[in-house]
């Protein structure tokens, strides 16, 4: 059992005090970004972009997920751990049970998984077999195939009307946090204010009731030598990774991260 549990989650969303959550793929990250005092390890598909160097998260395994889930476990003493269920491992409900089966006795505390209301019925089954669940809405990665490149969702009424519709499906279905990527910041504050459960934001402004970043943006290592628009690189004011790391708890903390520019 973490330090931080959903109840700890859920009392910050209450007091509006923000909530960390920072991406990590190993036990000496894990242990850092303890000591930073960040709320949620996310272990994500992106280690599939920024470890395997891929140039999509598609090819990411289960067996991948479970390995780095494992790994950040060891490294980890108090945090919430949420890994990524990856691409093609919940299509169906039977394969979702087995591989959130997988990432839990590898050491998750919840599942994170990309989708829309149509996951309603999967979220429902996993939560009534004790798995907590995210669910990614907004940019979700691993269809970018579908959506055609890594943009901003949600700017048309219709579907930003539709993201607020499944944001309360899935709440009503079980889901124990949203997960929103890359919508403009006003939806992002009228699906936060929607729904009673946690909502982390990457892209999507300050409003939310936490932020996620991944730790490599972050700390400005990119193979491109480019940052999308919502990341800082906190190693521009910070000469060592602990004190970056830091910064970045504090200024989520203080509500000066995500600032203006980062926003959408
Ligand atoms: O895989 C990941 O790191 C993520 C974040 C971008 C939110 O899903």
Not at 7 to 32: M, P, Q, S
Not at 51 to 61: F, K
Not at 237 to 250: G, R, W
Request: aromatic share 4%.
């Amino acid at each position: 059992m973490p330090d931080v549990t959903l109840t700890t989650l859920n009392k910050l969303k209450r007091a509006g005090e923000k909530i960390v959550c920072l991406t990590a793929y190993d036990a000496t990250f894990a242990h850092l970004e303890n000591q930073a005092g960040v709320e949620v390890i996310l272990v994500g598909d992106s280690l599939g972009m920024v470890l395997q160097g891929h140039d999509s998260t598609l090819p990411v395994s289960i067996d991948d997920m479970a390995y780095h889930t494992q790994s950040v476990k060891r490294g980890n003493t108090g945090a919430f751990i949420m890994a990524d269920l990856p691409f093609m491992s919940y299509a169906t409900v039977g394969q979702a049970i087995d591989n959130s089966a997988r990432l839990m006795q590898s050491g998750a505390h919840m599942v994170k998984l990309e989708g829309a209301g149509w996951l309603a019925e999967t979220v429902t089954t996993l939560v009534r077999n004790g798995v907590p669940v995210c669910v990614h809405l907004g940019l979700t990665p691993q269809t970018v195939n579908v959506i055609g490149g890594y943009k901003v969702q949600g700017r048309e009424q219709a579907q930003a009307r539709a993201l607020l519709d499944d944001a309360r499906a899935l709440e009503a279905a079980g889901a124990s946090m949203l997960l929103l990527e890359c919508i403009p910041s006003s939806l992002a504050n009228e699906i936060t204010a929607a729904v009673q459960i946690p909502v982390i934001g990457i892209g999507a402004g300050s409003g939310t009731d936490g932020q996620v970043l991944v730790v490599h943006d972050l700390l400005g290592l990119s193979i491109t030598g480019r940052l999308p628009r919502f990341v800082k690189n906190f190693m521009l004011e910070h000469s060592d990774v602990q004190s970056a790391v830091k910064a970045y708890v504090d200024a989520v903390k203080n509500v000066e991260f995500p600032a203006a520019e980062h926003e959408f």
